[in-house]
């Protein structure tokens, strides 16, 4: 019989308490309001007019094929999905230098999983210190502390205006060393939505290039900013000027797959030779991390990817998603002076100008659910209840404010 009380457990009395992810909570809060005309802000998922979050009909017309052809379930591999990859990697950086022999990377759980990765990559590295633009997504430094490194942060973006402060990065990236990393956000900026210009992301690259910092960048929104091309773009002016990079992509977002868990680490190395070496170390990584990525959401995007009527009907259905965003953007920012930011912000998620107490009195008052920083996903709005919003909002502010 198996003894109670046993003293020898010292390891699990030993934790610590830890509160539950805020990000997280928030689902629970929107459920367990039972207003019918709640709005939900705060959950990072595209909703389109309707408040859903559909299946896209090109990822059930690739899980439909992938039901009748595929012929077993045995294991891929640790780098998981080969095509799926090199596809991924097209679509970040161009079919250019995405067949460059410097060009590597596995498939991942998910851009979380990608990130993780990235850091241990980094890790093993000798990485010095992790410069991150803050606001940031609240998972970006605890993954990055979570493989033993530390985390510097610093303010990237001007809350006055909304805008990416390029002279305030610039200042605080100038203090970086030789073996740093710097974790960038490539498009559609989350919590702000602020991204910078072209021309500003060439700055960044030629500073870290100075500095011998290597760039890591998230691309998790690739399409829901301005387009496939144009979301790439200040990635791509980054790797034209320090020429190496590791990139997590996400499809999680742009092939509205969330729970699949599908994502890439892409590795840009000084050479074939640095990239074989890379590619061997994530390998060895990945053994250790996940074993194996799963399986499903990958070859529905290796699918999707590789049959042109397919990918055309997916780049319908993202540039729906997209012009929706933007459309609720326009009609935001049009509703008041100090919400024009929102207008000439990109992707999924702004800052709403008002404070920590405020998001709590919208919440409570007015069955508004946005995260306690004050982001809102902005895809919870729709035609019908945009105008609701704005009342709401002009009511938890104070009249001098606005
Ligand atoms: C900026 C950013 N990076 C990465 C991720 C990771 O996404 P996933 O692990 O679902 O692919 C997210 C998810 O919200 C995100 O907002």
Redesign the pocket.
């Known amino acids: 019989m198996m003894a109670t009380g046993t003293k020898s457990a010292h390891i699990l009395e030993a934790l610590r308490d830890e509160q539950p992810d805020q990000l997280l909570a928030l689902i629970d809060d929107y459920r367990r309001d039972a207003r019918e005309d709640k709005i939900d802000l705060g959950v990072?998922v595209y909703r389109d007019e309707a408040g859903e979050t559909p299946v896209l009909d090109a990822v059930k017309a690739a899980e439909r094929r992938i039901l009748e052809t595929q012929s077993s379930k045995s294991y891929l591999g640790s780098e998981g999905d080969p095509t799926f990859t090199a596809a991924v990697t097209r679509l970040a950086l161009g079919a250019g230098l995405a067949s460059d022999a410097r060009v590597t990377g596995v498939q991942t759980p998910?851009?979380?999983?990608a990130?993780r990765l990235a850091a241990e990559v980094a890790a093993r590295g000798d990485c010095g210190r992790v410069w991150l633009g803050e606001p940031s997504?609240p998972?970006h430094a605890p993954i990055f502390s979570a493989a033993g490194l530390p985390v510097v942060a610093f303010r990237s973006v001007d809350p006055g205006s909304g805008r990416f402060d390029l002279a305030v990065a610039l200042e605080a990236l100038s203090e970086a060393r030789l073996g740093d990393c710097a974790l960038l956000?490539a498009s559609c900026h989350?919590p702000t939505g602020a991204d910078p210009d072209v021309d500003q992301w060439r700055e960044i690259g030629r500073l870290l290039a100075q500095r011998g910092v290597l760039p890591i960048l998230?691309l998790?929104y690739q399409g829901l900013g301005d387009g496939i091309e144009q979301d790439a773009r200040g990635l791509r002016a980054v790797l034209e000027e320090t020429g190496q990079a590791l990139i997590?992509y996400?499809c999680?977002k742009n092939f509205g797959l969330?729970r699949e868990?599908v994502?890439a680490l892409i590795g840009v190395a000084a050479g074939p030779s640095a990239a074989a070496r890379l590619k061997a170390n994530m390998l060895v990584l990945t053994r250790a991390l996940w074993s194996m990525p799963p399986d499903h959401g990958a070859a529905v995007v290796r699918t999707i990817l590789s049959d042109p009527a397919l990918e055309s009907c997916w780049l319908r259905e993202l540039s729906m998603m997209r012009e929706r965003l933007r459309s609720i953007r326009r009609t935001v920012a049009a509703g008041h002076p100090l919400l024009e930011p929102i207008g000439r912000q990109r992707g999924l998620f702004s800052m709403l100008p008002i404070t920590p107490v405020q998001v709590v009195e919208l919440r409570t008052r007015h069955g508004i659910h946005a995260a306690p920083s004050g982001r809102a996903n902005l895809a919870g709005l729709s035609r019908t209840n945009v105008e609701r919003f704005l009342r709401s909002l002009e009511a938890v502010v104070e009249q001098r404010q606005w």
């Open positions: 990072g998910g851009g979380t999983g990130l997504w998972n956000q989350n998230d998790a997590a996400s999680n969330y868990r994502g």
